[in-house]
């Protein structure tokens, strides 16, 4: 391999970086300007360049187009400036990276594209992809349920592969060992169906047996191909996510970033609040409004908790109370989810049952202790409500989490001012501190990215061989516990800032728990030295070609 060759692949160019005999071995003389620049000389010179680009989304193509072509300057770059990029290479401009994905379309970037009209082709376009790399992490979506978006087909590969840069960025997970994956299962979107442009398969969305039947392949053939394999499931319609999930958990490594990843940063944003108002989780009353995918995978994992921490599964469900678009649900609602049908209400519970279809009247007759958004629906948690909330408890826990921004159930300013200070809150999107009364109060973010990447780096590190509910709720209490109680106006959850100091501290918990837990492929009597060991860092190494 020399040349263009090398210069082509991502894994293995350094541009500029190539040192005199470095072009001489590898045929590169004469391929590249004249002088020789170090790693961080480059990153100065690209970060000046994405300065200059005057548009979030232009800033995001730039930089996509390093990661096409050097990874280690990517990721260099990213990590010199995680906070200012993740907005950028993730949410929420890859919202907008989505919706014009056909138009501005250039290269792959190095994902596997399968199509439901060719499963014949999925192992070797797993290998193709993979192209001899020991692949340990793969995100799949098929992109059915993009929070805050819904169906955008293969359009929705730039999650996976947004995600798969996160876990790099905040955890060290080496990039020549991940894989994104798209689904291309067809699309509802009719938008897309119209779309002369669009790149997926052009006919609605295949379901049922045939459905399931391919990713059953698929997910045969990833094992097949890489026996160390984390297998993360992303965006899937919540018809499906559920379902797929609970066939595959208990078979090999994986885990679903929208039922479990929210719920369990959910978790820790409640142990981090009831770390500061000294409450215990046993003690709440919860209300889910939005009970979809990231709803139920919530209420399963406080669920869960509150299992763990001595209640009967009967009395546990006793503490919830999920609400959707028909209101409270009950035994009789129609259409309801698997997912939901667990959690439902006896309308004999209420002397007005027929009257819990509108959150106002269910927050006035629960009177709940904490108040979950994932509804998308703007504004939904009314100055009404919440003060009839604030009202019956003393430190009411409020999460709107609904992202984008226009799709928040509320604004932290907002909670802060109609509770006079007391709510304690985590939101969906990034927000800025909130002065009030003198003293400044700030907003933890639910963002699942305070813990899939620490929570993927421990399960790799530890070869792991299933991820189980104790895995998780000890990377919850790795993460709640990280708040200073203590501090006035303190966030229930660490700022992103820290993700990777945090990242790591996350890993060893994981890593401890899979060993105590026997769950470990390898030996491991070092959980700090495996964890360091498996991370990767942007530098430039010697090449290793064959």
């Known amino acids: 391999m020399k040349g263009l060759t090398i210069l082509n692949n991502p894994f293995l160019n350094k541009g500029t970086a190539f040192t005199k005999e470095e072009r001489e071995q590898y045929e590169l003389v004469g391929m590249l300007p004249s002088k020789v620049q170090t790693l961080q000389q480059q990153a100065e010179q690209a970060y000046a360049q994405y300065l200059s680009k005057p548009a979030d989304l232009e800033k995001r193509i730039f930089l996509m ?25 993730y949410d929420p401009v890859v919202a907008d990276s989505i919706e014009q994905y056909n138009e501005i379309f250039v290269r792959p970037q190095d994902a596997a594209f399968l199509s439901i009209d060719a499963p014949e082709d999925i192992k070797a376009t797993l290998k193709n992809a993979a192209a001899g ?78 459905y399931y039947d391919f990713i059953d392949q698929f997910v045969n053939a990833a094992d097949e191909l890489f026996p160390e394999l984390l297998l993360h499931w992303e965006d899937f319609g919540r018809g499906n996510a559920a379902t797929i999930l609970e066939k595959y958990q208990d078979k090999l490594t994986t885990f679903n970033d929208d039922i479990q990843g929210t719920g369990i ?70 259409d309801l989810t698997p997912g939901q049908k667990p959690f439902v209400r006896k309308r004999s519970e209420f002397a007005n049952a027929t009257e819990l279809n509108n959150l106002d009247a269910i927050v006035k007759t629960i009177h709940p202790t904490i108040m979950i958004g994932t509804s998308t629906q703007p504004g939904a948690f009314t100055e009404e409500i919440v003060k009839e909330m604030a009202s019956h408890t003393e430190r009411p826990v409020i999460f709107p989490l609904s992202n984008p921004t226009k799709l928040a159930e509320a604004t932290a300013a907002d909670l802060i001012k109609w509770t006079d200070g007391k709510a304690l809150i985590g939101t969906g999107i990034p927000a800025g501190d909130v002065t009030y009364k003198g003293i400044t109060y700030q907003i933890g973010q639910g963002n699942n990215a305070l813990m899939y990447p620490g929570l993927g780096l421990g399960l790799i590190a530890s070869t792991a061989t299933r991820v189980n509910s104790e895995i998780l709720s000890q990377a919850s209490r790795a993460l709640g516990g990280l708040v200073d109680a203590e501090q006035p106006g303190a966030p229930v959850l660490p700022s992103v800032a820290k993700i990777t100091e945090f990242s790591e ?21 070092d959980i700090k030295k495996a964890v360091a060991d498996a991370k990767w860092t942007p530098e430039y190494r010697d090449l290793e070609i064959k």
């Open 505 to 525: 501290r996350i890993a060893e918990v994981v890593a401890q728990s899979v060993v105590d837990q026997k769950l470990n492929r390898e030996p491991i009597t």
């Open 265 to 334: 940063v959910v978790l820790a944003g409640i142990f981090g609040a009831l770390n500061i108002s000294k409450d215990k989780l046993t003690d709440q009353k919860v209300i889910t409004f939005g009970a979809g995918t990231a709803g139920v995978g919530i209420a399963n994992i406080l669920l869960e908790e509150m299992i763990r921490q001595g209640l009967s599964e009967e009395e546990a469900r006793q503490h919830f109370y999920l609400v959707d678009k028909q209101g409270l649900l009950f035994e009789d609602t129609e």
């Open 133 to 210: 790399r020991d692949i340990r992490l793969i995100v799949v979506t098929d992109a059915e349920g993009i929070l805050g978006m819904g169906d955008w087909g293969v359009n929705g590969v730039d999650i996976a592969i947004g995600k798969l840069m996160v876990y790099t960025a905040a955890a060290g997970i080496n990039p020549a060992q991940v894989l994104p994956v798209s689904i291309d299962a067809g699309t509802n979107n009719q938008e897309l169906l119209n779309n002369p442009l669009y790149l997926g398969n052009s006919h609605e969305r295949v379901s049922g047996d045939r």
């Open 65 to 89: 187009n390093i990661f096409d072509t050097n990874r280690t300057l990517f990721y260099k770059l990213m990590g010199q400036h995680l906070v200012e990029f993740m907005p950028v290479v």
